[in-house]
């Protein structure tokens, strides 16, 4: 649902990438009406410009409930003026940039500005995204619930007790994704090595990945138990799983080791 608020205020979209137009599909289908909708987009796409949205014509003449910031963390400086007006509370401002932490909003927007630091991944460009939020000291219940409705629109969210741990965060469900993809290709690689074709080693690498996703998800089992539930004593499953689950040279020491070192740089951008 789109929140009451949002449908007789409107929003203001700053940035309309591939996270923006995948947010604002959704918003669209879930029935917001496009001229409730504000884009500040420098190089809109074709299917942006097709939407009826108010497409870089300044800001509403009045408050609008929210400002979505989905601007890469490199435009954010140059970016953040264009809506620096409406700052000072009237307005929530939910911030989709990586690495972008809320004492940088709160610095231009003022401290008395609802701020809500909200961390996606790239499958919420297929609506299955799982977001992280956390707000700042005047976001409240009001401005994270808003926030959350708007977000679910591309997948899940989930509340964060600390700013602190988005850069936990970041380094599992945000760089996540890549570590699947590498997994698919490292999977396929394996496969073409034991005798498949490069066509057929990736169509079931993929295959699998995504069904193994799929159920994990829907399954009321934990995953350990899943993967107990396909691996029969002394059968092939187990012989793999006898090097991957190694506890020195393992796949959990490499990806404690791999995650360590994502939000180790996620803190050193954050600074």
């Known amino acids: 649902m789109i929140p009451d608020d949002v449908v007789r205020r409107g929003l203001v979209l700053l940035g309309c990438g591939k996270m923006g137009s995948a947010m ?9 009406a496009p001229g409730s909708v504000w884009v500040i987009e420098p190089r809109p796409s074709d299917w942006l410009s097709a939407q009826g949205v108010i497409l870089n014509e300044g800001l509403p003449d009045s408050s ?5 910031i989905a601007v890469k963390p490199q435009m954010m400086r140059e970016a953040l003026p264009r809506i620096e007006a409406l700052g000072g509370g009237k307005t929530a401002f939910v911030s989709v940039a990586a690495g972008t932490p809320i004492r940088l909003f709160e610095t231009l927007l003022g401290a008395d500005t609802p701020i809500v630091r909200a961390m996606p991944n790239t499958p919420a460009a297929v609506g299955r995204g ?12 009001a401005a994270l619930e808003m926030a959350e409705s708007l977000l679910s629109a591309v997948g899940q969210t989930v509340r964060l007790e600390s700013e602190e741990q988005m850069d936990a965060v970041t380094a599992v469900s945000g760089s996540g994704p890549a570590y699947v993809f590498h997994l698919i290709e490292a999977m396929a690689a394996a496969g073409e090595a034991e005798g498949l074709s490069p066509a057929l080693a990736l169509q079931l690498a993929r295959a699998t990945v995504a069904g193994a996703g799929a159920l994990a998800e829907k399954a009321d089992e934990a995953p350990g138990q899943l993967r ?3 691996t029969s004593p002394g059968g092939t499953t187990a012989a793999a799983l006898e090097v991957l689950m190694d506890e020195g040279s393992g796949l959990r020491p490499l990806l404690r080791r791999a995650v360590a070192a994502a939000a180790a740089r996620s803190r050193e951008l954050g600074q």
């Open 24 to 32: 604002l599909a959704g918003w669209l289908e879930r029935g917001l």
């Open 64 to 68: 609008p409930a929210v400002v979505i």
């Open 130 to 141: 799982v977001t992280a939020l956390v707000g700042n000291a005047v976001a409240g219940e």
């Open 228 to 230: 107990a539930n396909v």
